[in-house]
C-alpha cells in the first residue's frame, strides 16, 4: 500500500467547501481512503471524515461513484 502523502499534508484544516482537496481522499468507488493510505493522525482523519460527510449532505460530492 502506497501512502497518498509521504509528508504531512499542506492543509491547515479541512474545509467542507474545498471540495477538490477532498477529492484526494476518496477513492475511485467514493469511498473514503483509511489513515494507512493518507498518512493522517486519528484527529485529522476524523476531521476529514467529517468534511467529506458534511460536503455530501450538500451535494458538493457524491455519495458514490458513477460508473
Avoid: W
Avoid at 471540495?19 to 481522499?25: C, G, P, W
Avoid at 486519528?42 to 458514490?64: C, D
Wanted: charged share 30%.
Amino acid at each position: 500500500m502506497a501512502k497518498i502523502f509521504k509528508n504531512r499534508t499542506d492543509v491547515p484544516y479541512f474545509d467542507y467547501k474545498d471540495f477538490k482537496t477532498l477529492q484526494r481522499y476518496v477513492n475511485q468507488y467514493g469511498q473514503i481512503e483509511t489513515r494507512k493510505k493518507t498518512g493522517l493522525t486519528e484527529t485529522e482523519q476524523k476531521r476529514l471524515a467529517v468534511a467529506i460527510k458534511r460536503a455530501r449532505h450538500l451535494a458538493l460530492m457524491p455519495f458514490v461513484a458513477s460508473n
